[in-house]
T-cell receptor, first 113, second 117 residues
Framework: AQSVTQLGSHVSVSEGALVLLRCNYSSSVPPYLFWYVQYPNQGLQLLLKYTSAATLVKGINGFEAEFKKSETSFHLTKPSAHMSDAAEYFCAVQKTSYDKVIFGPGTSLSVIP | GAGVSQSPRYKVAKRGQDVALRCDPISGHVSLFWYQQALGQGPEFLTYFQNEAQLDKSGLPSDRFFAERPEGSVSTLKIQRTQQEDSAVYLC???????????????FGSGTRLTVV
């Protein structure tokens, strides 16, 4: 069965510092991978997706993620954190485009001024 | 509409009461999904529709949960005889579906926060 693990339920960074949120997936074949962001009392918003094209994926708000098959990882990064980046981030996996998306437990990002 | 609309935004139910949660997806989106998100956790899959057909209901936690999408557009998630453990945010998402489902991801509504007292 597909699953996603996110190392670190809570990450704190200083404003302007590098953001690194970790995601590992379990899958027998390279799946589709996503990062979603959730602001308080809101639904989830798609940040970026990997769909077997380029392994380095750029998303909205300056975020990017790199698919590494050998490490079964899809870590999310942003060079310089902004206060508005404080939110909950979910990594997600989808076996095929016809399957349901499975979400990880989430990582809460705090940005310290 | 421009986005996925869910109503009500908040619902407080007494234990044992039946509730109905509504989802209005983006016009033209074939696929519709319901997720349950407990406090501090990731969304958990409940059920999936392609048009009016319910293709996967493996995530529904009990037979008290029922979902429908009779005309392939608006969907309703019904919970009968609510229990305290049903308290959660219920998220609806829609997508173009099929081979385009992964290319565009899901568009989520803001959710319905259900509190059972």
């Amino acid at each position: 069965a597909q699953s996603v693990t996110q190392l670190g339920s809570h990450v704190s960074v200083s404003e302007g510092a590098l953001v690194l949120l970790r995601c590992n997936y379990s899958s027998s074949v390279p799946p589709y991978l996503f990062w979603y962001v959730q602001y308080p009392n809101q639904g989830l918003q798609l940040l970026l997706k990997y769909t077997s094209a380029a392994t380095l994926v750029k998303g909205i708000n300056g975020f990017e993620a790199e698919f590494k098959k050998s490490e079964t990882s899809f870590h999310l990064t942003k060079p310089s954190a902004h206060m508005s980046d404080a939110a909950e981030y979910f990594c997600a996996v989808q076996k095929t485009s016809y399957d349901k998306v499975i979400f990880g437990p989430g990582t809460s990002l705090s940005v310290i001024p | 509409g421009a986005g996925v609309s869910q109503s009500p935004r908040y619902k407080v139910a007494k234990r044992g009461q039946d509730v109905a949660l509504r989802c209005d997806p983006i016009s033209g989106h074939v696929s519709l999904f319901w997720y349950q998100q407990a406090l501090g956790q990731g969304p958990e899959f409940l059920t999936y529709f392609q048009n009016e057909a319910q293709l996967d209901k493996s995530g529904l936690p009990s037979d008290r949960f029922f979902a429908e999408r009779p005309e392939g557009s608006v969907s309703t998630l019904k919970i009968q005889r609510t229990q305290q453990e049903d308290s959660a945010v219920y998220l609806c998402a829609s997508s173009l579906g099929g081979s385009q489902g992964a290319n565009y991801g899901y568009t989520f509504g803001s959710g319905t926060r259900l509190t059972v007292v």
